[in-house]
């Protein structure tokens, strides 16, 4: 990706957002349980790296990680060459004006604006000679720490190495020449010379005069030099400069899945197959094992950790999720090593529907965390599934993406398309949800008790292209604890079986910024960016 090739034309005639076929039930976000709320017009903002018609995308420069910080104004991505580039908001100044706009319900004519700021190296290919395994330099996770000294502070990791970088300005000092006068030193030279050329020299190396010699070298007139003053240290540009603090490694046998840093501001997790480690950002020698499901004889193994995450206020808390599809709820406060769970969430399949497909496509990819902690978002290969902590008996929404892919899943998995792992996301009010799809689509699902909203956006300049609007069924009613499936608006833009779709292009990266309603999500190595 070009961090330089950014384009901010809006696209000002974007359609409405598709409302698409909604047949199911969803429940209330934690603050989204009063009333319908309408889709959303969703418009192009800005791209990075956009490439030509025909352009080959270099492996290295494809995206595999994004994030916005907390306040939402700085966005990190990381790519498969082990860099990580760092993009800050330009319309900061602009945001008080806009919330109070968002809270009228005024229309807003400005679009967030981003712009490139500084990218480093992150990691660089290594070799495990112990086990003869090449370890790519791929970023896999990026994960912002809590900012001090206008700094910005991010935690990055390929498959084994974890490392905290701190991002600042330095200024350049220059130290200027010596400030004489020319003129003076002139003369002073000349001086020193005669004056050298007639003094008495003494045996090893001594001066006769002692008031005029201070040693052999330099000789200073009675008086000295009135025109010799110190040399003067000027600031000129001012650069970021990226500097590693710790370095977090060989601590996990197998490949890091995810990171996740805890609300304290203290500590993190890293997360592998196998087990969950417990990290304190300023101790890199040592780290304590939380979570092991590692069995004691490896054929016993049934099920492998595929994420995690810690709790946003609570910090005693976290949520893993496993390739048989449950989530577990760990409070640290039980015991050192959480081998028992608090809660797990998972959902019973039908009697009858169990194929060979069944477990590869329950694996869940990536979970999130609701802002204010009461709900957690998990994608798996074929849904969407938004979960109450307070209600273990299953999801109190499932939105359908691939169902349209299930008469495909023998071709999936013979392309090994069916292992892709596709993450989700959530606004930052918990009224939508969104994750990738192929051909480079992305779905945002309305979450509000009631709500149709279904809408399929192209990561491309005209998102809405590939909208059909189809007549939708009118909605049956929903209480918050309705459980129930939406499937609205799923095969929009493709046939029955998915046969337009192109599997090579897929969008499986994408963040919804905190503040606001704005996503970022990564097309191969363009980094697309829209508002509503």
């Avoid at 809006?10 to 199911?24: I, Y």
């Avoid at 499901?293 to 049934?302: C, W």
């Avoid at 892709?420 to 799809?437: I, M, P, Q, Y």
């Avoid at 090579?504 to 704005?518: D, I, Q």
Wanted: with cysteine.
């Amino acid at each position: 990706m070009n961090p330089e090739d950014g384009d901010d034309r809006p696209e000002e005639a974007a359609a409405a957002a598709g409302a698409g076929d909604a047949a199911g039930a969803s429940s209330s976000s934690s603050v989204a349980a009063q009333g319908q709320h309408q889709p959303l017009e969703w418009r192009f903002a800005q791209v990075f790296g956009e490439r030509a018609a025909g352009e080959d995308v270099q492996e290295v420069d494809i995206i595999s990680a994004i994030e916005f910080d907390k306040s939402g104004d700085h966005l990190a991505t990381g790519d498969r060459g082990g860099r990580v580039v760092l993009f800050e908001r330009t319309d900061v100044r602009d945001n008080a004006s806009r919330r109070e706009l968002e809270r009228q319900d005024a229309p807003i004519t400005k679009h967030p604006e981003f712009r490139y700021k500084t990218e480093f190296q992150s990691h660089e290919p290594e070799f495990d000679y112990l086990k003869s395994l090449e370890i790519e330099e791929k970023i896999n996770q990026i994960r912002w720490c809590q900012t001090a000294n206008n700094s910005l502070s991010l935690l990055s990791t390929n498959d084994k190495t974890i490392k905290y970088w701190k991002v600042q300005e330095k200024k350049v000092k220059q130290v200027s020449v010596m400030n004489l006068d020319n003129s003076r030193s002139v003369g002073a030279g000349a001086t020193y010379a005669s004056t050298s050329s007639s003094r008495a020299l003494l045996p090893n190396g001594g001066c006769s005069d002692k008031s005029s010699c201070l040693n052999s070298d330099i000789l200073f007139p009675p008086g000295g030099y009135p025109s010799l003053r110190l040399p003067v240290v000027s600031s000129h540009d001012v650069n970021l400069v990226a500097r590693c603090r710790r370095v977090y490694a060989h601590a996990h046998d197998y490949h890091i899945n995810s990171i996740s840093m805890n609300s304290d501001g203290v500590t993190f997790i890293s997360v592998d197959d196998l087990r969950v480690l417990l990290w304190n950002l300023e101790i890199n020698s040592q780290s304590f094992n939380i979570i092991d499901v590692k069995p004691a004889n490896m054929e016993d193994l049934t099920e492998v950790i595929t994420c995690a995450e810690f709790h946003p206020t609570q910090c005693n808390t976290l949520a893993y999720s496993s390739s048989k599809g449950s989530i577990r709820l760990i409070d640290l406060r039980q015991s050192a090593l959480c081998d028992n769970h608090s809660k797990i969430f998972e959902e019973h399949e039908a009697p009858g529907s169990r194929s060979f497909f069944t477990e590869i496509i329950a694996s869940i990819s990536d979970i999130k965390f609701a802002r204010d902690g009461r709900y957690i978002l998990s994608r798996d290969y074929m849904t969407l599934k938004l979960w109450d902590i307070n209600m273990d008996s299953g999801p109190v929404s499932t939105f359908q993406v691939h169902e349209h892919l299930r008469p495909k899943l023998c071709d999936l998995y013979e392309n090994d398309s069916i292992f892709d792992k596709f993450e989700c996301c959530l606004s930052g009010d918990g009224l939508r949800v969104a994750t990738g799809s192929y051909g480079n689509l992305f779905r945002v699902f309305g979450c509000t008790p009631g709500s149709t909203e279904a809408t399929t956006l192209e990561a491309s300049r005209n998102p809405m292209r590939r909208q059909i609007v189809n007549p939708t069924r009118p909605a049956r009613t929903l209480t918050s604890l309705a459980r129930g499936v939406r499937r609205g608006g799923e095969n929009q833009g493709v046939d029955a079986n998915g046969n337009s779709l192109d599997f090579s292009t897929k969008l499986l990266h994408l963040a919804w910024h905190p503040m606001e309603n704005s996503i970022a999500c990564a097309a191969a190595n363009s980094l697309y960016m829209y508002y509503a």
